[in-house]
């Protein structure tokens, strides 16, 4: 048996990583632990790759993580991170993301993986921050990667945001893994008919207004990063 962190809304997850709900993150996990079950862990972008840094050096939780599922993680440095940061100074997430930086060296060293933990690399040719593409993958026996196109060729609109965030393959994946099922039983028919995930609403003001508050924090930490 397994436990889910609870996230039908990605946008009231993301509230809990605000300075005052800081605490709430860690509640998100006690169900699972009180219960004694392993949980699911789905992380996006450097948020699905944080949580290997934290089964490398504290080994105490990995008997409570069953399965990690990330979405377009940097698992190795992307090329687009040394772009970034040869052009404005960086915040310290972007550096870790760096060719060569110390985070990734530390991160994949000794072990990669920790068995009977699963890992779930779900990508996106047409990622736009995590290059070379590969650079999300883990090889070892108790991963599977597997790219949104490999089902769908032609969803370019589903990039390194969407992937992750609200895209209906991405979505159909990310269940197939939570089932433990093959990918092979996944048909272009079911992955590809729809492009939203369930409980997304282009057309609420809600959803919009949370992307432009999600993008104004990010606007507003890096001009706080230019101005130091």
Same mark, same amino acid.
């Given at each position: 048996p397994s436990y889910t962190v609870p996230c039908s809304n990605i946008f009231k997850y993301l509230k809990c990583y605000k300075g005052e709900n800081h605490r709430k993150r860690w509640i998100l996990f006690l169900p699972g632990i009180r219960r004694k079950t392993r949980i699911n862990i789905i992380g996006h972008?450097?948020?699905? *790759?944080? $949580?290997r840094f934290s089964l490398r050096f504290w080994p105490d939780i990995r008997s409570m993580v069953n399965h990690l599922i990330a979405f377009g993680p940097t698992n190795?440095?992307?090329i687009m991170a040394d772009a970034a940061c040869s052009v404005v100074p960086c915040p310290i997430a972007v550096i870790q993301q760096r060719i060569n930086s110390s985070f990734l060296y530390a991160l994949n060293s000794y072990k990669? *993986?920790?068995? $009977?933990?699963k890992y779930t690399n779900i990508l996106s040719k047409f990622d736009e921050l995590v290059r070379p593409l590969n650079s999300s993958e883990i090889n070892a026996q108790c991963v599977k990667n597997i790219s949104i196109q490999d089902i769908c060729r032609l969803r370019i609109f589903a990039e390194h945001l969407a992937a992750g965030i609200y895209d209906y393959c991405g979505y159909i994946l990310t269940m197939n893994a939570l089932n433990s099922q093959s990918f092979k039983n996944i048909s272009s028919d079911k992955c590809c008919s729809k492009i939203l995930m369930p409980g997304i609403n282009l057309t609420k003001t809600e959803f919009i207004s949370k992307v432009i508050y999600s993008s104004e924090e990010h606007a507003r930490h890096l001009l706080y990063i230019l101005m130091k």
């Open positions: 972008s450097l948020g699905g *790759t944080l $949580p190795r440095e992307t990669e *993986t920790f068995p $009977p933990i």
